[in-house]
């Protein structure tokens, strides 16, 4: 399983790369595998403003269909367009070309929950 240790996750499988206010978020390796052959990813929240573990968008798989967790709270500032055309990047590059979106993080987000890649696999097993 792969787990950048450059990056932190969430217990809802999702990672975030951090580079000063602006955070690009993806789904992991793990959670890609649990979900098979994603077909469409969906993500009607650019420029908004969420709250920590508000819902930004959903990721379609054959099978079903799984809602995408903000691990930090900020605004939406970019959706990554490729996903539309090519969602199975989700799949074969998911720390990559696969990331999803970028959000200018909020002053003074809370970013506790957020966990290191020991922890994150230690959660998966």
Same mark, same amino acid.
């Given at each position: 399983?792969?787990?950048?240790? &450059?990056?932190?996750?969430?217990? %809802? ?17 793990? $959670?890609? @595998?649990?979900? @098979? ?13 969420? %709250?920590?573990?508000? *819902? ?8 079903? *269909?799984? %809602? ?7 605004? *939406? ?18 720390? @990559?070309? @696969?990331?999803?979106?970028?959000? &200018?993080?909020?002053?003074? $987000? %809370? ?15």
């Amino acid at each position: 399983m792969n787990t950048p240790s &450059e990056l932190k996750y969430t217990k %809802d499988h999702e990672w975030i790369k951090i580079e000063g206010n602006i955070a690009t978020i993806g789904i992991t390796d793990f $959670a890609q @595998g649990e979900l @098979g052959d994603i077909v469409y990813v969906d993500v009607d929240t650019v420029d908004d403003d969420l %709250d920590n573990g508000a *819902v930004f968008g959903s990721v379609e798989a054959v099978k079903t *269909v799984s %809602d995408l967790f903000l691990p930090v709270a900020g605004k *939406v500032t970019a959706f990554n367009s490729e996903l539309e055309d090519q969602p199975e990047l989700l799949n074969t590059d998911p720390y @990559g070309n @696969g990331w999803i979106i970028k959000v &200018e993080i909020a002053d003074g $987000a %809370d970013q506790s929950e957020l966990l290191s890649a020991e922890e994150y696999q230690a959660i998966i097993g």
